[in-house]
C-alpha cells in the first residue's frame, strides 16, 4: 500500500512519524474520510473545502495548494488500484517541542492512505440499532479536528449495547451521532440539525438535501428534541462510510414500523443514482 506523505507518494514502512507529532501529542490537527465508488473519489473537490475550512479555523495552512492535493489523491487511488474503499487524510499542525501554544516555527504534516472497504448493504437494507447518549463533546463540532474522545465513548457505549451507533442529545436537543449526521422524517417533512458549530456539516447530509430538493421532499434544518426523536416517522443516520442508513431502533425502542421506511428508501435510491454515474476513470 503507497501513503502520501506531504508531496511524496511513497511505501508505508518508509513514513516516519515524529515523536514530538502535535497531531500524536495534542489532537492538533483536522482530518477527511472520502469514499471511493468504481475508482473514484466521490465529492472530493466538497471534502477538500471542508478540510481547507476546518485548517483554517484552527489557523493552521496546509503544506500546499488545494489543486496540488486533489492532483495527488487521484494519484494515491490510481497507484494503490482502489475500487471500492476509503481514502483517510490528516493533517497535523506538525513538529515541535511539547508546548501547548502554537509553535512559532512548525510546517503541517500531511499523511492521506487508502484501504478497501466494501459498501454497507446489509445495514442499509435492513437498518441498524442505536442507543441515545449524552453529547459531551466541544461546542466546535463543525470543525473535523483529531481529536475525537467524545466520538469514541459515545460509539463504544453503543458497541457495548450491541448497537452500530450512538444519537446524541444536548439537553433534550438532538444534535448528531457519534460518526455520522442524523435526520427525521415526521408526516412526509424531512428534519436535520442546522448546519452550526454543534455539528459537523456532513458531506452526505448536504448530499441528502440535494437529494430530497430533487424529489420535492420538504425540509426543515430546525432542532428537534429527543421526544421528537422518538416520535419520527422514520430516522436516518448518514456519512461517507455508512451512507444512508434507516434507523430501526432507539434505546430498544423501535421506530415507526421497525423497518426502514419509504422516505428514507427513496433518498437511498436517488443517493444510489449519484454513485452510479460514476464511471471508472
Ligand atoms: N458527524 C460526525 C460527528 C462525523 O464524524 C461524521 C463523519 O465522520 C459525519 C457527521 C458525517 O459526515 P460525512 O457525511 O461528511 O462523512
Redesign the pocket.
Known sequence: MKVLMNDQITKRNDIIIDIEDRGYQFGDGVYE?IRVYNGNAFYLQE?IT?LIRSASELKMTLPYNEERLLTLLNQLVAENQLIEGNIYLQVSRGVAPRSHQFPEHSEAVLIAYTYKAARPLSLLQNGVSTILTEDIRWLR?DI?SLNLLG?VLAKQEAVDAGCHEAILHRNGTVT??????VAIIKEGTLYTHPADNL??H????QIILECANDLCIPVREETFTVEQLFAADEVFI????MEIAPVTSIDQKTIGSGTPGPLTHRLQQAFEEKIKTLKHP
Not at 176 to 181: C, D, Q
Not at 202 to 205: A, V
Not at 238 to 241: A, G
Open positions: 474520510v471534502h471542508r463540532c473535523k466520538a448528531e451521532g457519534s460518526s455520522t449526521n455539528i459537523l456532513g458531506i452526505t447530509r448518514s456519512s461517507t462510510t
